[in-house]
């Protein structure tokens, strides 16, 4: 079932939203854009549900479930499916086997969720640049795509929920142009294993990772929840992507450069700022840049 809305905006923008379940999660666009046709945004949810036909993990005739159960062989998927396959192998070495659609689940079925949603998403967002659009927002389920503003110099803000309290944000990402994706317990609970013990990690509630593409983003992010705390270093270590977690002691840690996308005024329900660069929280890494605030429990 689609639902879709047109609104006024300010400043000469409009405002489309349009929200769909496809994937087993709430697909959303908030379109800003006056001149952008129909046909785009029809094209970019009807993309998103063939990538959901093919490779969803739930369809039992999808061709992941069918690669998965050996009724399919790699060299007889669509292209799409082997450029899938590919780019998860590639990150399963950049992520020193933390990302692995063959392990990160408790019951080891290929699931190479964790790249597709993201890949999915950035997919449909070109179609809607190739029509002209400028200033959207996607909302891939939890994972953002936010290109130009949301209103003319305003950039997007976008909030991290909370992972045990619903109606609460942990903290607001201020941004222009930037993916961000989550991984974390949520309503799936220990969802996420870390592939070299075959357990979910210990030590955390939440990992959200910003950068420029949401399918890195979004395996940058499974790999980091699976690590545990130590995540966060090997964060620190990739080249233009950033992110925070919230710990099990509910303390929110973040690498430095994720503080150029915090916003100023953070209406999250979050305690007083401590800067801890000096002196890490305990579940992190001795000397492992972060700066920390605790979250108020309620």
């Known amino acids: 079932m689609a639902t ?36 785009a945004v029809d094209a970019a949810f009807d993309h998103l549900r063939d990538i959901d036909m093919r490779f969803s993990t739930w369809k039992t005739e999808s061709e992941i479930s069918r690669l998965g159960r050996g009724e399919l062989s790699a060299e007889k998927c669509s292209p799409d499916v082997r450029v899938v396959l590919e780019q998860c192998e590639r990150l399963r070495a950049v992520t020193h086997g933390f990302f692995d659609i063959r392990g990160h689940r ?119 929840f699976a690590m545990g705390p130590g995540g966060l270093t090997w964060l620190d270590s990739l080249g233009g992507y950033d992110g925070c977690m919230i710990t099990a002691e509910r303390r929110l840690v973040w690498t430095p450069g994720f503080a150029r996308f915090k916003a100023d005024s953070d209406p999250s329900d979050i305690g007083r700022a401590m800067d801890l660069r000096a002196r890490i929280a305990p579940c992190m890494r001795r000397n492992a840049p972060a700066v920390t605030e605790c979250l108020r429990q309620r």
């Not at 609104?7 to 666009?29: N, P």
């Not at 290109?147 to 991290?160: F, L, M, N």
């Not at 929920?161 to 974390?184: F, K, N, Q, W, Y």
Request: include cysteine; glycine fraction near 12%.
């Open 106 to 224: 408790p019951d080891g079925r290929l699931d190479p969720s964790g790249f597709v949603k993201g890949w999915a998403a950035e997919s449909a967002a070109g179609i809607l640049a190739a029509a002209g659009a400028r200033n959207f927002c996607l909302n891939a389920g939890g994972d953002v795509i936010a290109r130009g503003e949301s209103e003319p110099g305003r950039p997007w803000r976008i909030g991290v929920r909370h992972p045990e309290l619903p109606d609460r944000l942990a903290t607001v990402i201020e941004a222009r142009d930037v993916a961000v994706a989550t991984s974390g317990g949520y309503e799936r609970g220990d969802h996420i294993i870390d592939p070299h013990t075959g357990r979910p990690p210990s030590g955390l509630l939440s990992v959200t990772v910003v950068g420029p593409d949401l399918s890195e983003a979004d395996a940058y992010a499974t790999a980091a």
């Open 4 to 39: 879709s809305s047109t609104l006024s905006g300010s400043g000469g923008l409009s405002r489309r939203i349009r929200v769909e379940q496809i994937m087993g999660t709430a697909m959303s666009l908030d379109l800003r854009d006056r001149s952008i046709a129909p046909a």
